[in-house]
């Protein structure tokens, strides 16, 4: 099955356009056809000049008049096929109806590099979903998306990206009148655990053997001649799950809002609301100020994951087997795989933070107790695993403390059993221990700067440094540096 319109019948626009919308020719329950909303003043802030080439856009043609006009919806590109996606969700665990309130599907660009992506319009104006929301969003969140998106690509996990912001010249109203802007947001899909729960929770059985088709051809095409198809796209979305959560692990991030309806069956991260970076090392570490009870803390991540993908698992039940005991044996048996498939790629990733090239039992102790000194001290996670790739012992703290001191002897001692010599390790470590993230303070930093003053030279130096996270920090800036000491504690807010 294929609803994808071949290459070769479509015509690429003046800009670069190569539109197609498969999602679109899929049930009319899937989604509502809706055109965005019109903006008075659209202002180019932001264009990924980058992300346009590998698009094949034309990023001179889109700073101009009619390329705005598309980036802000007051023009829809040639082959765009706008609609707003129906799905639901459990948010915080308890399911709700939602949909797209506030974001509009172009279409898919079909690339140079022959792949698919969904070009969506967030912030483009109120949809049949939502809910008595203005469908808009602030410059600020939108921003921050772009920023926060693009460190993680250059971090090499799988996310979406950002193409462009625009502001509109219109106020969005939310605690208090604020600048509005629309993001182009660029993704594989936007298939999400919630669009099969929304399918389920209508017990659309028909349009759930369709959703899994569609999904398998686009995103999983190897799949498809599987025999319990239902099976293996569960079994490939835990693969893909269990990989992005251990890389946000390795790395300290914090989504801050892991709803199934921000979990996306491609495996890329979405929907950067209420995310962060952790500095001092702490699984209990919550930024999101909605998240009061530490549901989405960074060290219950890999536990949401798994039961979010229970949740998916549910949707199937008809799917993997006609008789529902059996259909929820197999789904159990399934979803009882993901924490090895988990812990798996975790310590793969650390591992190579510690500069180990091979395995041994001890590892997950050394591990632990590496992690156990980190928590004690208050010391930062990111520049910590850093520093073990020092040739000689660094000034910070951490280092004037006996039981690190006693654990780094142990930890040098280990690599000694390894084949490959030191230096190599050291190696290791700075390739898989960045130098930079983006830290929360600088991120506000040039937020500030850009909403408050207008001013985007600070978020398009902050965007520079971060394109290289793994290179040595530049000492100007202090762009490596956790917040200063008595810094007050950091909130994130969600952007709706």
Not at 195 to 203: V, Y
């Amino acid at each position: 099955m294929s609803f994808q319109t071949p290459a070769s019948e479509i015509t690429p626009s003046p800009e670069g356009w190569r539109l197609d919308n498969s999602y679109s020719r899929l049930p009319s329950s899937f989604f509502a056809n809706i055109f965005p909303a019109p903006v008075p003043e659209p202002h180019l802030a932001l264009l990924n000049r980058q992300l346009c080439s590998d698009l094949g856009l034309d990023a001179e043609k889109l700073q101009h008049d009619k390329g705005i006009a598309q980036l802000a919806g007051n023009r829809v590109p040639e082959g765009a096929e706008p609609i707003a996606l129906a799905y639901s969700g459990h948010q915080f665990g308890h399911f709700t109806r939602l949909g797209d309130g506030r974001a509009i599907l172009l279409g898919e660009q079909l690339a140079p590099d022959g792949r698919r992506y969904d070009i969506q319009l967030k912030g483009a104006g109120p949809t049949p979903f939502s809910r008595g929301g203005d469908g808009r969003a602030a410059l600020g969140p939108m921003l921050r998306e772009y920023i926060v998106s693009e460190a993680m690509h250059f971090l090499a996990i799988p996310t979406t990206r950002s193409l462009a912001v625009v502001t509109t010249g219109d106020m969005v109203f939310r605690e208090s009148p604020l600048r509005g802007a629309i993001l182009t947001r660029v993704a594989a899909s936007h298939i999400r655990v919630g669009t099969f729960e929304q399918l389920a929770s209508c017990n659309d059985g028909e349009g759930l053997e369709v959703l899994v088709d569609y999904t398998t051809h686009r995103h999983f095409p190897e799949l498809f001649d599987t025999g319990n198809r239902a099976l293996s796209l569960l079994q490939a979305v835990m693969e893909r799950q269990a990989e992005l959560v251990a890389q946000w692990c390795c790395i300290g991030f914090i989504h801050g809002v892991m709803n199934t309806d921000n979990m996306a069956l491609s495996g890329e991260t979405i929907d950067y609301g209420p995310c962060a970076f952790m500095n001092n090392y702490d699984p209990s570490t919550v930024f999101s100020s909605i998240d009061r009870t530490g549901r989405y803390a960074f060290g219950n991540q890999p536990l949401i994951a798994q039961w979010n993908l229970a949740r998916f698992a549910e949707t199937l039940l008809p799917l993997l087997h006609p008789d529902e005991k059996k259909a929820m044996a197999i789904a159990t048996e399934a979803i009882a795989a993901f924490p090895g498939l988990y812990q798996r790629r975790y310590l793969a990733g650390m591992r190579a933070k510690l500069g180990l090239f091979n395995e041994e039992v001890g590892d997950t102790t050394l591990l632990s107790d590496f992690l156990d000194c980190l928590h004690r001290l208050g010391a930062d996670y990111t520049n910590s695993f850093r520093a073990l790739a020092a040739e000689a012992p660094t000034d910070a703290p951490l280092f004037r403390d006996e039981g690190f001191t006693a654990w780094h002897r142990r930890w040098q001692e280990r690599l000694t059993r390894q084949p490959h010599p030191l230096e190599e390790a050291r190696l290791l470590i700075r390739t898989r221990s960045p130098g930079i993230i983006p830290r929360n303070h600088k991120v506000e930093e040039a937020l500030e700067a850009a909403v408050e003053q207008d001013d985007y030279s600070v978020m398009e130096t902050l965007l520079q440094v971060l394109a290289h996270p793994y290179d040595a920090p530049p000492e100007q800036g202090g762009y490596h540096l956790p917040p200063a000491p008595g810094a007050p504690p950091y909130r994130t807010f969600c952007g709706t």
